[in-house]
Structure formats: C-alpha cells, structure tokens
C-alpha cells in the first residue's frame, strides 16, 4: 500500500496554543490576541476571472493562525512554525514595494498598505486617505486619528504549502484581521469593512510581495462563511460588495465531504502557458466584437438548455483558429457550469452537481489543455472510486484535483489514487477532506 499524507486541520484551540506558544517563546510575553484565516479551494468556474466570469471558493477548515500584539514604533518582527526558528525583522518607516523578502513581505505587506494604501499611516490626513471611510473606518469629523504601527507576530499553520490552495492568501488576510483588531480600526466588524481588509491583503500580496493575485483567494478567506460557497462575479462593472453573494454547500446536512488531493505533479509545462490562453481570450472577444467573452456566456445562458451547445457552436464557428473556439468554449460553458451548479446546489441534487463538476474537468482538460497526467488520473480514479464528480482545480498543469464523495470515503478513495501514482513511478500525493468553513476570525 502507498503513503500518503492525509492532513487533518488543526482545531481552533491546537492552532491557537500553538501560535501563541511560539509569540511566548519568542518575544517573552503573551499576545494581545490570536486570529486565523482560512485557505481556500475554488469548487467550480476556472479560467474565467479574467474573462469578467463567476467562481465559486469555498474556506477550508485548514487555517493560518497569527498571535500578534502591537507595538508603539514602526518595527515589525514575525516567525513562523516553519521558518525554522528564524524572527524575520523590517521597518515600516520608509518602506518600499518590495523591500522585503521571503515569506515575511506577506505579513509586513499588509501593514505596509494599510499605512500607504489604506490611509492608516502617521502622515495621512484624520479621515483616512484613499477611501478607507468609504469602506468602513470611522469617518466622524474629529474622529481620532486611527493609525497602523509596528507589529510582533507569530504564525503556525495548517494550510499545505505549493497545492494552490492559497497559503498566502491566509497568511495576509489573518495578519489584516489582527491589525485591524488591536489598532481599531473597525473594517472586520462588516462585510463591507472587509472589503478593505481585501484590497490591503492583495496589495500586500501584489506590490510587496510580487505575487500575481487578483483578489479570489482574499475574498474567500474573508468573506465566506461555514456552509456557504462564495459566488464572485468578476464583472468588474459591479462594486465589491455586489460582486458576491453567499449560496448553499453545505455539505454535512447532505451526508458529503470534499476530497481535495494535491497531486505533488511538477509545473514543468507552466511557462507561458497561462498567458497564452488568457491572450487567446482577449483577442477572440475582440474578434467577436465583446468586450469580453463574460458578454457572450450570458447571451448563451440565457437560452433554454436545449439551445445552447448549437448557440455556442454557431458563435466559435467565426473564429479563424481550432485553439480560439477550443478555448471560447470552455470559457462561455464554464461559466454556465457555475451557475447550474448553484441551482443544482440548491435544490440538493448531488446527481447533477457531480455531473457539472465532471464536464467542468473533462472541458478543462480536451478545451482548455490545462491538465497533466497526474490530475487526469487523479480524476479518472476518483471518479470510478464512487465520487459523485471529480474536477482539477486552480489554474493546472499541476497542483490539486477535488471529488465530492460520500462522508468517510475521502480517505479511501485518496488512498486508490495513491496506489496508482505509485504504480506509475510519480510523486505520492497528499490529501485533506474538507466541507465549506467559516471566514477569518478572532479565535482568541
């Protein structure tokens, strides 16, 4: 029989001691707090975010806890479980995007934006720059100057690291929470609050870090709640707060889990590749006189069902190139998947949502070709295992596949999967089982 790393998440009280422990051990006194974020898997709509299309994240039960006290300077000092006893330092005064390196730009990134971006810093004016109020902070004439200052924190994390599931969207998002707790400035009270709480963990993200990232993972981190499935329309003509909406998953009522399974496959074809069909994209809704391809999927699923395979050939058809209608057809089809998935959701017809999941692999993988033999196995071994449906996600050519199985049987189907990686000479996998959880929190 394989090996096979099957983690667990840690508990709200293991993930807590923990983090604490380490803020004790390090720094030599308590801290003012503990708060955790989620990491999070897309259970359907990929590849259509920059096609102004909808996804659907989830918040795992696997979480990132930070215990954090606040200083009275500007220095921040962070370590990690995982940092190998090493306490990362930096300076807020002065900083720079990308002056900092390592794993420590996500944590201090995020008091870096919320001084520079959010309005929070020592030299902004008293009601907060760049629309901080809009979002939440208090706007009172006179109101006390909220200001971000220096920080100490100390990270332990059950996330897994490399199988996309968004370890550093958890890290920033827990970091923005705290901050926004011990400096009181009132944005994780809302949703709308949180909104901003969002933005300043991408720009962490994207300017202090370097990290490509559009906002999916964030919002799923902080957003989501337990039994939920986010629903992010990416039609950037709608405002953050009308941009999602909460709908029905929960899997526990309905006797299911989630088996999300990292296949550990290596991202040797990645190059360019991720580029390419997003450029594909923007010139064929070019060619097709739309500003994007999100226009065209809701012309086609506002069809009866019956009518929209012939609508969608009839569409591709005036595309010059095989890869452009291959490519045109995921996105507009995909995009219906999410929100058939949804209904099917609703009316608790597992049956169905197993089949959107599956067709969602299978356009993936002959449409899209962003699937490798890992994930394809992965799937097709997940599937004949008894799965109700089993899709790749995340954006491929590696990384995770999810099946949603039968309450206790997560285990076992990984195990399957596990035995046919061995017998194929690849890379064991890891696996979690997961149902939809709630956002980040104060733990305590």
């Not at 259970?43 to 996804?55: R, S």
């Not at 709608?238 to 399974?261: C, K, M, P, R, T």
Request: charged letters at 25%; one cysteine or more; hydrophobic letters at 45%.
């Amino acid at each position: 029989m394989a090996q096979i790393e099957f983690i667990d998440a840690l508990s709200l009280e293991e993930g807590a001691r923990e983090a604490a422990e380490l803020f004790e051990a390090t720094f030599g006194s308590k801290p003012a707090g503990v708060w955790d974020a989620p990491g999070r898997v897309n259970v359907i709509g990929e590849h259509t975010d920059y096609n102004e299309g909808l996804c659907l994240p989830i918040a795992l039960p696997h979480r990132t806890f930070i215990a954090l006290s606040p200083r009275e300077d500007t220095k921040v000092r962070v370590i990690s479980t995982l940092s190998g006893g090493v306490v990362a330092e930096a300076d807020l005064d002065g900083l720079e995007p990308g002056g900092v390196e390592g794993w420590a730009a996500y944590p201090v990134g995020v008091a870096w934006a919320m001084r520079e971006r959010g309005g929070f810093g020592e030299s902004a004016d008293a009601d907060g720059a760049d629309g901080a109020n809009a979002d939440g902070a208090d706007s009172a004439e006179g109101a006390e100057k909220k200001v971000v200052r220096g920080f100490d924190a100390a990270f332990s994390s059950c996330v897994p690291l490399g199988g996309g599931l968004s370890s550093s969207a958890a890290m920033t998002c827990s970091t923005a929470l705290a901050l926004d707790d011990v400096y009181g400035l009132g944005l994780g009270d809302t949703d709308e609050g949180r909104v901003t709480l969002v933005r300043m963990a991408v720009a962490s993200e994207n300017e202090m870090a370097g990290a490509a990232t559009g906002g999916l993972d964030q919002s799923a981190s902080l957003r989501c709640q337990a039994g939920k499935a986010l629903l992010l329309d990416c039609n950037p003509d709608l405002s953050a707060l009308d941009s999602v909406s909460q709908q029905d998953f929960d899997l526990d009522s309905l006797g299911l889990e989630l088996l999300v399974l990292d296949t550990q496959a290596p991202h040797s074809l990645n190059d360019g590749q991720y580029a390419a069909r997003r450029r594909v994209c923007e010139e064929s809704a070019e060619a097709l006189g739309v500003r994007s391809l999100r226009v065209l999927a809701d012309r086609v699923n506002a069809l009866p069902v019956t009518e929209r395979a012939v609508a969608v050939d009839a569409l591709i058809a005036r595309l010059e190139s095989e890869e452009a209608q291959m490519r045109v057809r995921h996105v507009i089809t995909e995009i219906g998947r999410v929100t058939e998935f949804v209904e099917a959701f609703k009316a608790r017809d597992v049956k169905r949502a197993g089949e959107l999941m599956n067709s969602s692999h299978n356009s993936l993988r002959d449409d899209y070709e962003v699937t490798v033999p890992q994930l394809d196995v992965a799937v097709d071994v997940a599937r004949a295992g008894g799965a109700y449906g089993a899709r790749m996600t995340g954006g491929g050519f590696g990384g995770s596949i999810i099946a949603l199985v039968d309450k206790g049987q997560a285990a076992i189907l990984a195990q399957k999967i596990a035995d046919e990686f061995e017998s194929r000479g690849w890379n064991a996998p890891r696996a979690l089982a997961v149902v939809a959880s709630a956002p980040a929190e104060r733990v305590r």
